[in-house]
């Protein structure tokens, strides 16, 4: 009798899993998004000058932190200058579909961590990053790295919460990601919302979603 107790008290709980509502996939907050951020904002940050915060709203969006880094490099920024830049700003990495390469621009990461990024995916939710990640390097660290990263987003079932993460979006934005719904394909988003604020912070915007 024991045995079979035990046995359906594991079922039951799987069945609770099964039913509850999944965890919602979100973009990391704490961090400034260069790619949004006022100008004024950028001059505050670690090793900018007037120069460099001009050429970098002329220059963006960064569709990766791959790309940010490149400029400040060119900007004869130090890699040192660069992270220490990046405690401070930085381009959300899309935890599913990012390269290693940058994984390791996150401070403190390191080859470890990275490897331990990509070695969990698919990401669903904060819930299992919070599992996983917490197991190497315990809950304060993890909300750490939490904020460089993003789980996508489904387009058609995400809560206006959600929405809201997406640097940028506001409320007017959310709106319209919500009008358009069922979202079918990314041609569908790049014409629609398009329209509202033109190719290339559609194409910024897209990187943070999914059609399943």
């Not at 200058?81 to 899309?94: L, P, S, W």
């Not at 206006?160 to 009008?179: H, I, N, Q, W, Y």
Request: proline content about 7%; some cysteine.
């Amino acid at each position: 009798m024991t045995i079979r107790r035990a046995i359906a008290a594991v079922i039951a709980v799987a069945c609770l899993d099964l039913l509850a509502p999944p965890l919602r996939a979100q973009v990391g907050k704490g961090l400034v998004d260069p790619n949004v951020a006022a100008e004024s904002e950028l001059q505050t940050l670690p090793h900018m000058t007037s120069a460099i915060v001009k050429d970098l709203v002329a220059k963006r969006p960064f569709m990766s932190v791959l790309e940010l880094n490149t400029f400040l490099l060119g900007a004869k920024l130090t890699p040192e200058q660069a992270t220490n830049f990046y405690r401070k700003a930085f381009v959300h990495i899309n935890l599913n579909t990012a390269p290693r390469e940058e994984f390791l621009l996150v401070p403190g990461a390191g080859q470890r961590m990275s490897k331990e990024f990509m070695e969990y995916r698919p990401w669903k939710n904060w819930a299992q990053f919070d599992k996983e990640i917490g197991k190497y390097v315990g809950a304060q660290e993890t909300n750490l790295f939490k904020q460089y990263m993003f789980i996508p987003i489904n387009l058609n079932t995400a809560t206006d919460d959600d929405l809201l993460t997406v640097p940028g979006a506001g409320s007017r934005m959310v709106k319209e990601f919500k009008e358009y719904r069922p979202w079918k394909t990314k041609a569908q988003f790049d014409k629609e919302i398009g329209k509202y604020v033109g190719p290339k912070e559609t194409a910024r915007f897209w990187r943070y979603f999914v059609i399943p």
